[in-house]
């Protein structure tokens, strides 16, 4: 039983309550491990509560102020914080370029932070060299990697790390997170439709109307797919089949997570045609991710829901 400590942590991060409490106890209680795996569904505040901790073991009153250097630093200029956040790739260059960060002292008192979001992007040799850095890690070096797909990273890391799960944030959260923005209520409207489980989605929605409007309009073209006979689905296939394999894996993620949302939301009886349409869209996520022929990837795909 892990009891709630004395001093109240600041934390940004809204929801994910049993998660802050875990990683207060750990830090309250001396009992810090050096490298987390914070795994869930994308866009719930994974990498923002990392960022959250990663402050709250360098701020200078304990408690995530809000005040002190650690708390304020931008990123960008917080020499104790290196963050690798992408959706591409992460290359062995850029664990061998974290490595050096790392060895640098940090100021006294202080801790070195890595946060490694989106984890799933280390190739093999990243991932290896990785691993041998999480296996020796120094006194004042701490790792957090984040996941949406923990099955993609290696068993050997994650058996290095200790894992925290979490869940999708309740609507009741994201509204609230929406409303202390200044933004108007039809926007409001309209990203809490799309991403009612998601507050970092949310956040990215209500900030940028181009990308709420690209969402938008791939929930219309689920919405079509869905109508579809097979003939017309093999006609649309063949018409993405001529983007990069990059561009139409970004149309495959945000159709999982707009199916994601909606499968919350469908009543029992449509549930089969749902879960059988994520289920087509993880594997061929997974079959891009093999290198498989673009074609056969996208034919096989709109067979198999
Ligand atoms: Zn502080």
Redesign the pocket.
Known sequence: MIEKSKINVNWKVIGHAQQKLYLESAFFGNRLTHSYLFSGPPHVGKTALALDFA?LLN???GN?????L??VNPVEIFSELIVIDKDTEIKIDEIRSLKRDLALKPLSGQKKVAIIANAENLNRESANSLLKFLEEPQKDNFFILTTAAVGFLPQTIVSRVQKINFSPNSKQETEKHLNSLDISKAITKQVLELAPNKIGLANILSKNIEELERWRQQDMELDDLFSQSVFERMQYTSQISKLETQQIVNIFKTWLILSESRLRQTKQKDMKAQTDFIKALNTALMHFKSNLNKRLVLDNFVLSF
């Open positions: 402050r701020c200078e009153n995530l102020c809000g005040k002190c650690a708390c």
